[in-house]
């Protein structure tokens, strides 16, 4: 692990900056720590789905008689029993419109992709539940169905929704972004070297090894309970309550400790239809998806296929940019079209920008977040022509991307005006590294090939609304609540900011994850956004706390409030006109608190801003196997603004992290399809995610520079890591071989494909 960093050392503090014992560590190591599919209750039954085995049908009739009639069966769902949004208007949740999530939870008038629900059973077991499936007939009409982008675009291509219009015409065009600055035509006039390529990416999966899972309990007097597994318990009370009728305030939801998520458990699949099943058994329903629903039915990313073109004039000064960038949303509008058309220009100082986005609808599964969504696909299309702009103008490409770097003042092409930017410092540190320095041996022996690239990301981060809340318990130790599920180690940076706040132990904080019913609203854990609001609230959560003890500690002295100081713990006299008193403690206050005034604790809600964006830069070495296709990764090292390293090893984790995924995503994942529709590749198995041995050391380097808006420097770190790994080993790969993959993944097969012409 490699740290520069421009802001006060933190030999100043004892626990903020430092790798202490992570707070869930020893329960998830040895089995304590309780998932969703770990709930058990008196009374509980088994749900199970019925999925559709087309790719697209219209539902004529549902016949579920027999399926009722079965001994053991206790419920039956379909579509009826969901609540159903007009089409003519849009109800936002957050991101998520619930016009297609009462869609894709549940098919109303149709089927929409291999593996969409269309009804649900509650039994006494899973057996009878799977039994009662198969004994519910569906009449289908089976419909042309579309897969591919390309395809869904075609004039004569089938139509998946007729209210979704383009130009006027029924289309699988369900969604445009434009993001523009200046005259592109009048820049690429003023361009000397002009790049243009298109490119092509593969829905990935995100992965998580924990699936789907949650047990709800409706009662009689109409309040429900929920435990599941998420990356936010409000959003699945919200969602829940929208989607069953179900009041907000009859619905608890609490969340499980969470097996992975990275932006796919920002949305419900499960819970409408076990709260239902439940509700009408008068039973606990549990539901627990398998791993090849997860695949077929839980939102992978999107593909893409893109077209970027950009002019330089011959001393690498950028002058113009242009993106097309057409994305999967899965079979119901609602991907991420902001991520490519607003990031992937925006590292740069560009005056003359079109940036332009359409969202394609097709016979897959709904997509869903998978870190910085979408932004990875505009960054593998620019950081590749980057690359080759730079090389046709003879210039190094680190320094190509130094001279155009965006500046204090810059404007981006999505809107914002840049303040404070750190994108030159992710640069020189790649720059200046041993890795970029070291010579690289291009032929190591006879069939390989090796090369090195490079690449940068940007990410815009988040802040919104979170809460938290602090309390002294009676022997002086101290709880913390806060409202977001923990995904990257907020719990261990929340523990080291209240222990350094306060003066104490760090093992006297702990850290606990609110439901519903026990802390304010806060939004979802996504868009690296809760470390930086967490931290945020319960800054000034502990600050009134503080407050609160040097009050008590006055009314012990008798003298004024401001005569007292907080150090190290203890409250102490101001100064010598203060009065000379011995310290109070933590504990003693704590002792002492029913007769000074109650219990000692203070909770903040706050719509948190000034999450200013992320940015990296990535170097890697590859080798390529000539005789077999095979891509390896050698080296990797990724330099990333991560603000205030809260808890270092957890920063360097969402780093090491993001890279694999990326290694993945670039070199063997894709989701692959059969002629009728079907996903061919539904398990680990057939699904290549990289594992140990497929990736080495992957080496951080962290650039902590403060971010002035926030009480602790705190940047969000998790999504950015992700943005640069396409781009850097295409790049690395074109080293190698001198061949421009402009599809993804590149691999074996696709390899030996392009060496052999």
């Known amino acids: 692990m490699n740290v520069i960093s421009d802001r006060l050392q933190v030999e100043n503090n004892k626990w903020i900056g430092t790798r202490t014992i992570r707070p869930d560590g020893a329960d998830k190591v040895t089995g304590r720590a309780t998932y969703a599919a770990d709930n058990t209750m008196p009374g509980m039954i088994w749900g199970k789905v019925l999925r559709s085995p087309h790719a697209h049908a219209r539902i004529r009739s549902i016949d579920t008689s027999k399926a009722e009639a079965l001994p053991g069966v206790k419920a039956v769902v379909t579509a009826k029993d969901i609540v159903e949004f007009p089409l003519d208007k849009s109800v936002m949740l957050g991101i998520q419109d619930m016009r297609w ?29 799977a039994e009662a499936c198969r004994l519910i007939a569906v009449d289908y009409e089976v419909l042309p169905h579309v897969i591919e982008i390309e395809d869904a675009i075609r004039p004569d291509a089938p139509i998946l929704h007729d209210f979704l219009k383009f130009e006027d015409k029924p289309s699988n065009i369900s969604a445009t972004m434009v993001a523009k600055l200046g005259d592109v035509e009048a820049g690429f006039a003023q361009a000397d070297v002009i790049v243009e390529r298109t490119f ?70 499960l819970e409408p239809l076990a709260l239902i099943l439940s509700k009408k058994s008068g039973r606990p329903v ?44 899965g079979c119901l509008p609602g991907g991420p079209l902001r991520g490519p058309v607003g990031c992937a220009f925006a590292p740069y100082e560009i005056p003359h920008v079109l940036s332009v986005g359409y969202e394609v609808v097709s016979n897959r599964s709904k997509v869903a977040a998978y870190r910085a969504p979408g932004a990875p696909l505009g960054a593998y299309a620019a950081e590749s022509v980057l690359d080759e702009v730079a090389a046709k103008l003879g210039i190094d490409p680190l ?247 809260l808890h270092p090893s957890y920063v360097e984790g969402q780093i090491q992290g993001g890279v694999v995924q990326g290694i993945g995503w670039a070199l063997s994942e894709e989701y692959l399809y059969d002629s009728l529709g079907r996903l061919d590749n539904a398990s680990f198995l057939d699904y290549r995610m990289p594992v140990c041995s497929d990736v080495p050391m992957i080496e951080p380097v962290m650039l902590e520079i403060p971010n002035p808006k926030h009480p602790q420097g705190v940047r969000g770190v998790g999504e950015a890591p992700i943005v640069p790994p396409l781009a850097a080993i295409a790049n690395a790969v074109h080293d190698a071989l001198g061949i421009r993959f402009t599809a993804l993944p590149m691999s074996p097969p696709k390899v030996l494909e392009a060496l052999e012409g």
């Not at 009804?119 to 057996?127: D, K, Q, S, T, W």
């Not at 003693?588 to 948190?608: D, S």
């Open 286 to 329: 549990k539901m627990v998806m398998s791993r090849d629903e997860v695949m077929r039915a839980t939102g992978p990313t999107s593909g893409s296929f893109s077209t970027v073109k950009i002019g330089a004039k011959k001393d690498g000064t950028i002058v113009a940019a242009q993106g097309t960038f057409y994305i999967q949303a």
């Open 101 to 129: 999530m009462c869609r894709n939870v549940m098919a109303r008038e149709k089927a929409l992709f291999h593996g969409h629900p269309v009804a649900a059973v509650a039994a006494i077991n899973e057996e009878v539940a």
């Open 399 to 645: 320094e190509m991307r130094l001279k155009n770097s965006a500046k204090p003042g810059s404007k981006a092409a999505y809107g914002a005006t840049f303040g404070k930017v750190t994108f030159e410092e992710t640069i020189e540190a790649i720059q200046n590294h041993e890795h970029y320095k070291a010579p690289l041996e291009r032929n190591p022996r006879p069939g390989v090939k090796r090369g090195r690239g490079v690449a940068s990301g940007f990410w815009y981060n988040a802040g919104g609304e979170s809460s938290a809340q602090v309390n002294i318990t009676e022997d002086g130790n101290v709880l913390v609540t806060t409202g977001h599920p923990d995904v990257g180690g907020s719990r261990a940076s929340i523990a080291n900011v209240t222990a350094e706040l306060l003066g104490i132990e760090h093992g006297r904080v702990s850290v606990q994850i609110g439901d519903t019913s026990s802390i304010g609203f806060s939004n979802l854990t996504g868009g690296s956004r809760v470390t930086f609001a967490s931290a945020m609230v319960v800054t000034q959560s502990t600050e009134k706390v503080i407050g609160q003890l040097k009050e008590r500690a006055a009314k012990i002295w008798k003298i004024d409030p401001e005569a007292v100081t907080w150090e190290n713990g203890e409250a102490r006299p101001a100064g010598a006109n203060a009065g000379q008193f011995p310290p109070l403690t933590l504990q003693e206050l704590a002792a002492k608190a029913n007769e000074m005034g109650g219990p000692i604790g203070a909770g903040v809600q706050l719509n948190t801003t000034g999450a200013d964006p992320g940015f990296a830069t990535h170097c890697v070495d590859v080798e390529v196997d000539t005789d077999l296709g095979i891509v390896r990764v050698l080296r990797y090292t990724a330099a990333q603004d991560v603000g205030r390293a």
């Open 200 to 269: 092509r990416t593969r829905p990935v999966h995100q992965g998580y090894i924990e699936p789907q899972a949650c047990t709800v309990s409706y009662a009689a007097d109409g309040r429900a309970t929920i435990w599941s597994s998420s990356q936010g318990q409000f959003m699945v009370r919200a969602m829940t309550s929208l989607l069953t009728g179900v009041p907000q305030s009859n619905i608890k939801a609490i969340p499980a400790e969470i097996g992975g998520g990275f932006g796919a458990k920002t949305i419900i699949y």
